[in-house]
T-cell receptor
Framework: EAGVTQFPSHSVIEKGQTVTLRCDPI?????LYWYRRVMGKEIKFLLH????????ESGMPNNRFLAERTGGTYSTLKVQPAELEDSGVYFC???????????????FGPGTRLTVL | AQRVTQPEKLLSVFKGAPVELKCNYS??????LFWYVQYSRQRLQLLLR??SRESIKGFTADLNKGETSFHLKKPFAQEEDSAMYYC?????????FGTGTRLQVFP
């Protein structure tokens, strides 16, 4: 079974540019999560999709971040325009159909390392 | 406020020594606690959860509600245990992570 995949693995952009990160969850997983780890800090929740619907987007830092999951399969996270403080590792995770609670095992992708210069 | 604290950034031990990675939490209600591990060049993966009360790779963790702790323990560390360990709290649908502790096990 293929795990959660993320693309790209690394992205280096300049301040003000736009970047789109992609996450492909495990097939059949309705729940999809985005997290971010900024250097030296904890991994923080960004948002949670159940199929194509945003269940919880309380962790999104500001309106420069836009997440979509059209069709309930893969998800994209766009940052526009990127700022220096957006640098970090962006993780995607998915879990099976269930309560959508944290007790459902979340399977993580390898992450995308974003560097904004 | 929901919070997870891992006071140690780095823990270094020799092979065969006991290991205890500390984790304290702040949560109103019944907490769900997890330990995640990230080995070098691998993805973050679940190590164990308190509701399972199981031992994985020799590691155990007991939830102490009185001390609001969920410390991870192993009696005899192995070199392959070297990794980044994250304690996490289940807050509704999301996981709330601590800053992580890097465990280095020397031969």
């Amino acid at each position: 079974e293929a795990g959660v995949t993320q693309f790209p693995s690394h992205s280096v952009i300049e301040k003000g540019q736009t970047v789109t990160l992609r996450c492909d969850p495990i097939s059949g997983h309705d729940n999809l999560y985005w997290y971010r780890r900024v250097m030296g800090k904890e991994i923080k929740f960004l948002l949670h999709f159940v199929k194509e619907s945003k269940q919880d987007e309380s962790g999104m830092p500001n309106n420069r971040f836009l997440a979509e999951r059209t069709g309930g399969t893969y998800s994209t996270l766009k940052v526009q325009p990127a700022e220096l403080e957006d640098s970090g590792v962006y993780f995607c995770a998915s879990s099976q159909v269930g309560s959508g609670r944290a007790t459902d095992t979340q399977y993580f992708g390898p992450g995308t390392r974003l560097t904004v210069l | 406020a929901q919070r997870v604290t891992q006071p140690e950034k780095l823990l270094s031990v020799f092979k065969g020594a006991p290991v205890e990675l500390k984790c304290n939490y702040s949560y109103s209600g019944s907490p769900e606690l997890f330990w995640y591990v990230q080995y070098s060049r691998q993805r973050l993966q679940l190590l164990l959860r308190h509701i399972s009360r199981e031992s994985i790779k020799g590691f155990t963790a007991d939830l102490n509600k009185g001390e609001t702790s969920f410390h991870l323990k192993k009696p005899f560390a192995q070199e392959e245990d070297s990794a980044m360990y994250y304690c996490a709290l289940g807050g509704g649908d999301k996981l709330i992570f601590g800053t992580g502790t890097r465990l280095q096990v020397f031969p």
